[in-house]
C-alpha cells in the first residue's frame, strides 16, 4: 500500500454489520465500516498520533475540570448508521456529561460524539475525509475539528452547516459544545 491509497474496501459479496465487525481482528490495522463495507486502514505515523495525543491531554485536563463529560481516545467505534452499518473511529472523542452511556456499553454507542477530532494522515483524501466529516454531522456531531500537521491548519466543521479555517497562530476553540476550551493550534503542532 502506498501514502496515495490511505483504505482498502474489503468487498466480500455481502454487508457486515456492527456485531460483526466488533468480533473482526485484523492484526496492526485500523478498521471501519462504511454502509456495510469494511474498510482497513494502516496505522498512522508518529506526527499524528502526537497531534492527537496533545489535544486529547489538553481537552481531558479543561473536561475534567470543569466537569462537563468525558474524552474518549482514538480507536473508539461509535456506530453512526444501521442497516447497513457504518461504524466510525475519530482520533479523539467528547461526549457531554448528560450523553456518556451509563452503564457504558462493551461495544459500540449508536450515537455521535458531541465534538469530534480526525487528524489527517498524509495518505488521507480530501474526498474521504469530508464524507466522514458528513458522516458525523449526519449522525449529531455538533463540531468537527479536522487538523492537517503537514500544512499546519485545522478545518472547523459545525452542525449548522458553517466552517472555517484554523492557521497555526490561531486557536481551537470549544464554542458552545466545550466552553470555555481554547487550545492554541501551535502548541499541538
Known amino acids: 500500500m502506498t501514502a496515495e491509497h490511505s483504505y482498502v474496501p474489503i468487498m466480500t459479496g455481502t454487508l457486515m454489520t456492527a456485531d460483526e465487525l466488533l468480533q473482526t481482528s485484523i492484526p496492526d490495522k485500523q478498521v471501519e465500516l462504511v454502509r456495510g ?26 473536561v475534567e475540570q470543569h466537569g462537563l463529560g468525558r474524552i474518549l481516545g482514538a ?11 457504518t461504524v466510525r473511529a475519530p482520533d479523539v472523542a467528547f461526549l457531554t456529561k448528560e450523553r ?3 452503564p457504558r456499553p462493551l461495544g459500540y454507542p449508536a450515537m455521535a460524539p458531541d465534538l469530534v ?18 458522516d458525523w454531522l449526519e449522525a449529531g456531531a455538533r463540531l468537527v475539528w479536522v487538523i492537517d500537521p ?26 458552545a459544545v466545550v466552553p470555555g476550551f481554547s487550545c492554541p493550534l501551535a502548541a499541538i503542532l
Not at 480507536?75 to 452499518?85: H, M, T
Not at 477530532?117 to 458528513?134: H, Q
Not at 452542525?159 to 464554542?175: K, P, V, W
Open 37 to 62: 463495507v469494511l474498510i482497513v486502514r494502516e496505522p498512522p505515523g508518529f506526527l499524528h498520533g502526537d497531534v492527537a495525543f496533545q489535544l486529547a491531554l489538553r481537552l481531558a485536563k479543561h
Open 75 to 85: 480507536e473508539i467505534g461509535f456506530k453512526l448508521q444501521s442497516n447497513p452499518d
Open 100 to 102: 456518556v452511556p451509563d
Open 117 to 134: 477530532v480526525e487528524v489527517l494522515s498524509p495518505g488521507d483524501r480530501a474526498g474521504e475525509v469530508l464524507a466522514k466529516v458528513g
Open 150 to 175: 503537514r500544512r499546519r491548519l485545522a478545518r472547523v466543521y459545525r452542525q449548522d452547516g458553517t466552517e472555517s479555517a484554523i492557521s497555526e497562530s490561531e486557536s481551537l476553540d470549544g464554542e
